[in-house]
């Protein structure tokens, strides 16, 4: 299998004034905010070089959390020029900063200053901006200026989403189906031929010729083989019962090529004399009194006609209630129609099955549709949504519709489709990626570490930014 990558694109929005436009001079140089646990840190490293502070001046530099009505004011960083930082030192009652802040004065600064503050995460900070409120003070406490700058337009700006990787399906060179189903045909007693307007066979018959003309009539489809299986239940002895199981279906046989005239050998039947094996699922299933005895019988070495009769002596009641409740529907015939479906080439043209009978796709074909599509787009997810319909118990099908699950943020489902999609790399890596998203991390490693180990090269990736999934960095914006 061809492995192919859907990549999410995360966009942000990070906003940094120019240092060019503040009065002091001081530009970011980098900063970084991550949430880790509990906690969050933020780190800024201020650039000194081109400072602007005069003699009797003091800048202010404070990183501020806000989110509506809710923020926090975090330590300030402090310039101050000489004069201001002898005065200041004798009036510390006076200062603009506090003694938990950062202070320097102007000649001993360092031409780059790391900031870092460490506080605890509330719930009211998902989404949160980040801004710096730049102030000015002169001689007496006089403010000089007051600037706002943002830093951060929104933390996280977005969770961290793992790639999802799907796998496109092998190639289906032949589409052979089959249609399945059964009738129960009611002869009269001891006889074989079949009578249509008898009891309801008209019904019955319809099953299989209305089973016939729902491929027949079908363009795309080519009938390729017909089988007819007939049984009858155990109530007469063996012999009889195998002159009637045969006779009947070689009857259904003769009804159907006289309706059709399919080929020579185009169908082939065969027969079960009793049905032992439905009266046994029959009676599992049942509240009879003697359940588990008449299952005991059922299941021992007797011949046929013996066990009938064991049956019918030992509990007579519970006899006669499966003769009236049971044996009608163990005489059944079982028919199976085989037939291909050519194929479908462009997306135009399997777009146009999907919405009609998307039952006629193979699942390579509803990848190749997917690929017509942009990865994630509504139109691309349901043509995986589709797709898993058709083929519920495929291992990729299963794979990709999980994917698709979890980029529509539907865990549960894409859980329910992961259970099935067997334990290939990329199951074990959408299986990985699925705890990354529940933030369940100690539940994620084990599968991406056995999917790296199998040949998965993102699942390193995603262990390796599974503890930054809470970061924003200067680097976002470039």
Known sequence: MRRVLAILVITATIVVSASAQSHDGIRVDRYSMERIGDSVRLDIRFNTTELDIRNNEVAVLTPMIVKGDENITLRSCGIYSRMRDIYYTRN????????????????????????????AYTDWMENCSVVIARQGYGCCGSRLWNECEELIARFPYERYKPEMIYLRPEVEVVKTRALRGSAYIDFPVSRTEIYPDYHDNRNELHKITGTIDSVKNDSDITIRHLSIKGFASPESPYKNNTRLAKGRTASLKAYVEDMYHFGEGFIDTSYEPENWEGLEAYVESSALPHRNEILAAI???????????????????????LLDNCYPRLRRSDY???????????????????????????????????????????????????????????????????????IKGDYDRAMRYLDKAGDSAEALYGRGVLEVLREDFDAARPYLLEAERMGITKAREVLDNIQNRWIVTSEDTK
């Open 92 to 119: 510390e009652h006076l200062a603009p900063t506090t003694d938990t802040d950062m202070r320097f004065r102007e000649r001993g600064v360092p031409a780059t200053i790391d900031y870092s503050v460490v506080l």
């Open 299 to 321: 299941r021992s070495d007797r011949e046929p006609d013996n066990k009938e009769w064991f049956i019918k002596s030992n509990w007579p009641d519970d006899y006669r209630y």
């Open 336 to 406: 199976v129609i085989e037939y291909e479906i050519r194929s479908y080439t462009t997306p135009e043209e399997i777009e146009a099955v999907m919405f009609t009978a998307p039952q006629k796709l193979s699942l390579e074909e509803f990848y190749v549709l997917a690929e017509s599509y942009e990865q994630g787009s509504e139109a691309y997810n349901e043509v995986w949504e589709t797709a898993i319909r058709m083929y519920p118990t495929d291992p990729v099908a299963n794979l990709n519709a999980a994917n698709t699950a979890m």
